[in-house]
């Protein structure tokens, strides 16, 4: 344990000093090329706008961008596994034509497992046991991939580096269901996440979906009670909610920036709800000032996942049709008023909420699904991930209809 800590924190220390370097490249246009996983990565010097020399990173995979994304969610066991096949063969035999697949999980481990001397090797899992051959399949089906990276719940890193999480009591802050969050005041883990980030990247991904990119729920309650470093914001004369919009905007910003060599979209997951209000009090979410600095913005607007009367509905749940109309509504506003806009790429519910009825509860299946698909539609957005945390997605499902 102790030799494993000792090397996570070198690299964040190396990590942390990079950063404060200055991001230039100099010299005629070259090529080099690095074996990773066994595929090709090619790292070339183009000078785009003739005013600064830039490197941009191919993966060597062909992958094109579909019509509109239609997605599912698609976990590192069931991409490795046998559910794999069966999830390819629903993409491909409908109209959907993408996938986001777990890179970064939501306990904080990798996926899959890289080189061993990759500074990430510790926090690797097994669950993809050969990222070349599943890659291969989804170019060969041309089924869009994108990686999920999960950003600021990490109980892996909290656990390792105490420092760069909350603690109470001395000891790591868990919420009510055992998770822990790092920092986002913390750059080194900007650093961390981005740095796998360009690992699935290099893999051939074609988008970088960072998700939990907030503070825990419910912090503005703790944040007193708490102990944690704020970092560079710490001087700065803003209330400490302003100061957690910032630091949470700031990232996005910079994991854009860092991103930008590797010819890869960035999209961020976001609460539905943070596009009602100016900003959410504990969690950091500025919708607006997030979509400034993504490609694609989604939000989680599953029906289930809204208070009772939000919109105006008894039980949004039992709604899905009215919720997505009266939530894109909003969001359109919201975004219109963007000098650019990004893509809406929202997250829809395929999955039931038993935790909302002390009877029956309402079951989701063509119908459900179908519904918000056609609202999303009928409201001039064109792109839609499916959530199901068991990657088991309701059958013959119109993914067009209305269209």
């Known amino acids: 344990m102790a030799k494993r800590q000792h090397k996570i924190y070198t690299f964040m220390m190396i990590l942390l000093f990079s950063m404060l370097l200055p991001i230039t490249s100099y010299g005629e246009e070259v090529e080099t090329t690095s074996e ?21 990173i191919d993966s060597g995979y062909n992958f094109e961008y579909p019509d509109a994304v239609r997605g599912i969610y698609v976990t590192g066991n069931s991409a490795g596994g046998s559910r794999f096949e069966s999830l390819v063969d629903l993409v491909d035999t409908t109209a959907l034509n993408a996938m986001v697949i777990d890179v970064k999980e939501d306990h904080g481990n990798l996926t899959f497992k890289p080189e061993e001397s990759s500074p990430f ?42 420092e760069l999480s909350f603690t109470k009591d001395g000891e ?3 919420n009510n269901r055992g998770e822990a969050f790092v920092n986002p005041f913390e750059k080194e883990v900007w650093g961390y996440n981005v740095e796998i980030a360009k690992l699935a990247a290099e893999m051939g991904f074609q988008e970088i979906q960072f998700d939990y990119v907030r503070f825990p729920e419910g912090f503005e309650n703790m944040d007193e009670e ?3 470093s704020e970092g560079e914001y ?39 709800y943070a596009a009602t209000v100016e900003e959410t009090p504990g969690i950091g979410q500025n919708f607006s000032r997030i979509a400034e600095n993504v490609d694609i913005i989604s939000s989680m607007i599953y029906p289930s996942h809204w208070t009772t009367n939000y919109f105006g509905l008894e039980n ?18 919201v975004l219109g008023a963007l000098e650019t806009q990004p893509v809406s790429r929202p997250w829809l519910q ?21 519904a918000q698909i056609k609202a999303l539609y009928e409201s001039g957005i064109d792109e839609f991930l499916l959530w199901n945390a068991g990657n088991k997605y309701t059958e013959n499902v119109d993914y067009l209809i209305g269209k």
């Open 121 to 162: 090797a510790d926090i690797a899992m097994n669950y993809i046991s050969d990222p070349e051959s599943m890659m291969k399949t989804l170019e060969e089906k041309q089924i869009y991939p994108i990686a999920r990276i999960v950003v600021f719940k990490d109980s892996v890193l909290a656990k390792e580096r105490p």
């Open 226 to 228: 708490l102990q944690y």
């Open 36 to 56: 990773h996983g066994g595929r090709q990565t090619n790292i070339k010097l183009l000078d785009p706008d003739q005013s600064m020399k830039r490197f941009t």
């Open 350 to 370: 395929d999955f039931e909420a038993p935790w909302l009825y002390s009877g029956a509860t309402k079951q989701y299946g063509k119908e459900e699904v179908e």
């Open 234 to 272: 710490s001087e700065v004369d803003l209330s400490n909610t302003k100061k957690r919009v910032e630091a949470v905007s700031d990232f996005v910003a910079y994991a854009r920036e860092e991103l930008m060599n590797y010819d890869v979209d960035v999209s961020v997951d976001i609460f539905g």
């Open 172 to 174: 790591v802050w868990v």
């Open 316 to 333: 949004p749940d039992e709604e899905p049709y009215r919720l997505i109309k009266e939530y894109s509504k909003v969001e359109n506003e």
